[in-house]
């Protein structure tokens, strides 16, 4: 078969499309200012007090910063997988204030971290959400109140496919979607095989608490 240079041109064109087709869609980039949050508002890459964010000591360029008890809705829109990181900003000014982040994936939790403080170490979060048409990105007080909770989701971004990326929506309420986990998925967002450690998870469980921001 006689190759021209009209085919060649044609093959490149499909080349590029397909690569260009899919790719990440960084959570900074959408619309935060849908998020309902406990103090302030969402912040894109800069923390609540207007300085970078931080965490345990390392500093990050993307991002964003919400204050519990916080929720931000996302249609994913054929979104694959979601992948960040989750943690306490340097920001907060008392040390022994506890957080845990919540992703729910249409009305159902599907990951939480261990409770955070200030000065831990952010977690990793890699999901795939190929199964979920909406995603809740939540962060809970846990039992101590909303006091100072400065919390970051950290290089948060969604691999896609689609040519319609990812959008926050307007607040879906669904109603205590954490009960509809089991509390082995809260030992497993603690990362850790000391049964001390998932009995921790299991109080977690108990203890989550299921209002809504206002």
């Not at 609540?48 to 829109?77: I, P």
């Amino acid at each position: 078969m006689k190759v021209t240079a009209f085919m060649v041109w044609g093959w490149i064109g499909v080349f590029c499309a397909a690569t260009a087709s899919a790719g990440e869609v960084w959570l900074s980039q959408l619309d935060i200012s849908k998020t309902r949050q406990g103090w302030k508002e969402a912040a894109r890459d800069f923390n609540l007090l207007g300085r970078r964010l931080s965490v345990a000591g390392q500093t990050y360029t993307n991002g964003v910063a919400t204050h519990s008890l916080s929720e931000l809705y996302v249609e994913l829109r054929g979104a694959t997988r979601f992948i960040a990181e989750a943690g306490v900003d340097d920001s907060s000014d008392q040390a022994d204030k506890r957080m845990v982040f919540q992703v729910i994936a249409d009305d159902r939790l599907i990951w939480q971290s261990r409770p955070l403080r200030r000065g831990d170490r952010a977690v990793k979060i890699d999901l795939d959400v190929t199964p979920y048409t909406h995603l809740l990105l939540r962060v809970d007080p846990w039992q101590d109140g909303n006091a100072a909770d400065h919390a970051d989701w950290l290089n948060a971004r969604f691999i896609t496919a689609s040519d319609q990326p990812p959008r926050t929506i307007d607040s879906l309420r669904w109603p205590n979607a954490w009960l509809r986990a089991g509390c082995d998925l809260c030992d497993a967002g603690r990362q850790s095989r000391h049964s001390r450690t998932r009995s921790r998870g299991r109080k977690v469980c108990r203890r989550i608490g299921t209002d809504h921001p206002g």
